[in-house]
């Protein structure tokens, strides 16, 4: 795995300049732009991960934070079916592909945004909503057998109003758990976005009923600033058909 770079960026002075041959530092002229607009385009030109994933062939800086946690937690490994959720632009559906040795005549990889996505090769691309009752048999269908990693980097769109973008993520990744607690393999592994605070406390009692070990984690690709973070619930232990003891599947 290729090291991400440091995200303060190389210490060579205020105008770095980027493997790419970009310079870091740039500041956009006051034009018409809302100052926040022009906030967010500034950081973006100037932040390496962007630069970095240009050069490198990536659609999202994106991809360094699934890189970053998998370097610590190596969920990637050994992957032979992968679900992303909320995949759009597609880096994480790239690596995802990569690792599976995914080809379009043998998909390994699902994936589904309700936003358009260029196809990935190897990559079975659902443009809809994951919340629609559909969605999941879609997802089964496209990948033709149980995953052992369940990715979601789904955020809901921002209203301006944080309480509620905070609960409205929540319930993305609540979704997502059970989705993946549905379909894994024994052993997967569940990697999803949530919010500063963490899972809340019933979802955390889930996923550890569910798998093996259950953490939060802050890469240093997501912003610091962000009050983003992912839980990444590890070693599915298969479903259990009902309450009353029956055997736990292991399909
Ligand atoms: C941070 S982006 C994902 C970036 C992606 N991991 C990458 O590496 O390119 C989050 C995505 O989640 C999608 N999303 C949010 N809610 C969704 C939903 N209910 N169904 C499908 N996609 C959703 C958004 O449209 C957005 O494209």
């Known amino acids: 795995m290729t090291k991400p770079p440091s995200p303060k960026g190389p210490s060579n002075g205020p105008t770095r300049t980027t493997p790419g041959g970009r310079k870091l530092g740039q500041k956009v002229k006051k034009s018409k732009l809302k100052a926040s607009s022009r906030r967010w385009l500034e950081r973006h030109l100037n932040d390496p991960y962007v630069q970095r994933s240009k050069h490198e062939g990536y659609r999202s800086r994106a991809v360094y934070k699934l890189l970053e946690i998998d370097e610590k937690h190596q969920i990637l490994k050994g992957a032979k079916r992968i679900i992303d959720l909320g995949a759009a632009p597609g880096g994480w559906s790239q690596i995802s592909a990569r690792v599976t040795e995914s080809t379009d005549l043998d998909p390994k990889v699902a994936a589904i945004d309700f936003l358009e996505m260029d196809p990935v090769p190897g990559v079975r691309f659902i443009q809809m909503d994951f919340l629609d009752e559909e969605a999941p048999r879609k997802l089964m269908d496209a990948l033709g057998g149980s995953p052992d990693l369940v990715l979601s980097d789904m955020a809901a769109p921002t209203t301006g109003h944080s309480r509620t973008d905070h609960l409205r993520t929540m319930y993305l990744c609540e979704v997502a758990a059970h989705f ?5 393999r024994p052993g997967g592994h569940f990697l999803a976005k949530t ?9 955390l009692t889930f996923l550890k009923q569910n798998f093996r070990s259950v953490v939060h984690v802050k890469p240093p690709a997501s912003r610091a600033e962000s009050v983003e973070m992912f839980v990444l619930a590890k070693g599915f232990k298969g479903r259990r058909h009902s309450d009353e003891g029956e055997e736990a599947d292991t399909d």
């Open 180 to 184: 993946a607690v549905d379909v894994l």
């Open 195 to 203: 919010f500063q605070g963490g899972a809340e406390r019933e979802l």
